[in-house]
């Protein structure tokens, strides 16, 4: 067993006896009632199971959790998709995931919702040429499997957000 402290969509939760072998994944849903974050292919190979990692240093990067045993996120600071509306309002990529239909079933959606913001995330901090837009796109939701199907709507919606305020995302 080891203790586990964990901060999840800004409250922090822990410490907290785990087993080693415990994976964030089944910590999420099993632990704390986390439903949003899927469990898939259970081999980090489609990513519906990611989370969002913000660093100290202001950066985020995804992470998958099906695999990855829940300790080692201890002191991190992550997102799940239960974070992204705020007062029970959608962000606005959710809203564009909507809009867009992008989604049929919804087994990958908190996948590309967490990836889409980390996308916007960086942008904001340092916006990519309109050029190397649809390229900077598809590297970012490269590797989340979506069995309906909705690659170009849910790529479509991230450019929407993006063209929407290009004074914030683009150089
Ligand atoms: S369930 Fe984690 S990558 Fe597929
Ligand atoms: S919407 Fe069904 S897997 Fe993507």
Do not use: W
């Not at 990692?53 to 950066?59: E, L, N, S, V």
């Not at 705020?86 to 995931?97: C, I």
């Not at 942008?123 to 199907?149: F, M, N, S, Y």
């Amino acid at each position: 067993m080891t203790k586990l402290s964990v901060t999840i969509n800004g409250r922090a939760h822990g410490p907290t006896d785990v087993r080693d072998a415990l994976t964030m994944n089944d910590y999420l849903r099993e632990y704390l009632g986390l439903t949003g974050t899927k469990f898939g292919c259970g081999a980090a190979q489609c990513l519906s199971c990611v989370v969002i990692i913000d660093k100290p240093d202001g950066t985020s990067e995804t992470s998958p959790t099906c695999i990855v045993p829940a300790v080692s996120f201890n002191g991190k600071s992550i997102r799940t998709v239960e974070g992204h509306a705020r007062n029970g309002e959608l962000s606005q990529l959710q809203e564009a995931f909507v809009e867009h239909f992008s989604f049929q079933c919804g087994y990958c959606t908190a996948g590309f919702v967490n990836e889409g913001q980390v996308l916007l995330d960086r942008l904001a901090k340092k916006p990519v040429a309109r050029e190397d837009l649809e390229k900077t796109i598809t590297e970012a939701l490269d590797g989340h499997l979506c069995r309906c199907t909705g690659y170009v709507k849910y790529h479509e919606a991230v450019r929407d957000v993006i063209l929407a305020d290009p004074g914030r995302y683009l150089a």
